[in-house]
T-cell receptor, first 111, second 114 residues
Framework: GDSVTQMEGPVTLSEEAFLTINCTYT??????LFWYVQYPGEGLQLLLK?????DKGSNKGFEATYRKETTSFHLEKGSVQVSDSAVYFC??????????FGAGTTVTVRA | EAGVAQSPRYKIIEKRQSVAFWCNPI?????LYWYQQILGQGPKLLIQ????????DSQLPKDRFSAERLKGVDSTLKIQPAKLEDSAVYLC????????????FGQGTRLTVV
């Protein structure tokens, strides 16, 4: 079935460092792709999304581009802040409308 | 607009007891999901409803888990009897339409089975 694989953590960075979290997917057809974030003590919330090839999703300084040729949707941020410390989940919604998640990557940003 | 509401937030039970979780999705959202999130893992889909019909329950352990969504609005997930390995956060989410739209999540219910 359709699935998502994301890079394992934890990832520890200093403030203002560049962040990349890799995500690749396996799917039949044309899924929608998402990044969700879970801040400490809070629920899952949508960070950004892309619904077709070459779409770029962006929010709060984060970006991810839907790459069909490499089946990837890597998350990037040019300059992280302490407040970006969270668990990040890559997800896809497949043609049968099933929403599947990766294992999550824990990011810690140090001042 | 109000978000997805879940209750209770926390529950501690002994193994072999039963427990129920409640979810009220965002008004007008036709699709409702229940996920199980074990510590350190990504959410695993247990069951997906479209209105009051089940779309996917392939990963629901049907010998002990059950879920219903009466009248296509709020939903209840039940575990009976609970096992130690059921300790997890149970997340409810809803989305606006059958299409591949984003889902909105509740705060979750943290279940501890002792």
């Amino acid at each position: 079935g359709d699935s998502v694989t994301q890079m394992e953590g934890p990832v520890t960075l200093s403030e203002e460092a560049f962040l990349t979290i890799n995500c690749t997917y396996t799917a039949t057809g044309y899924p929608s792709l998402f990044w969700y974030v879970q801040y400490p003590g809070e629920g899952l919330q949508l960070l950004l999304k892309a619904t077709k090839a070459d779409d770029k999703g962006s929010n709060k300084g984060f970006e991810a581009t839907y790459r069909k040729e490499t089946t990837s949707f890597h998350l990037e941020k040019g300059s992280v802040q302490v407040s970006d410390s969270a668990v990040y989940f890559c997800a896809l919604c497949s043609n049968d409308y099933k929403l599947s998640f990766g294992a999550g990557t824990t990011v810690t940003v140090r001042a | 607009e109000a978000g997805v509401a879940q209750s209770p937030r926390y529950k501690i039970i002994e193994k072999r007891q039963s427990v129920a979780f409640w979810c009220n999705p965002i008004s007008g959202h036709a699709t409702l999901y229940w996920y199980q999130q074990i510590l350190g893992q990504g959410p695993k889909l247990l069951i997906q409803f479209q209105n009051n019909g089940v779309v996917d329950d392939s990963q629901l352990p049907k010998d002990r888990f059950s879920a219903e969504r009466l009248k296509g609005v709020d939903s209840t997930l039940k575990i009976q009897p609970a096992k130690l390995e059921d300790s997890a956060v149970y997340l409810c989410a809803s989305s606006a339409r059958t299409g591949k739209a984003e889902a909105f999540f509740g705060q979750g219910t943290r279940l501890t089975v002792v």
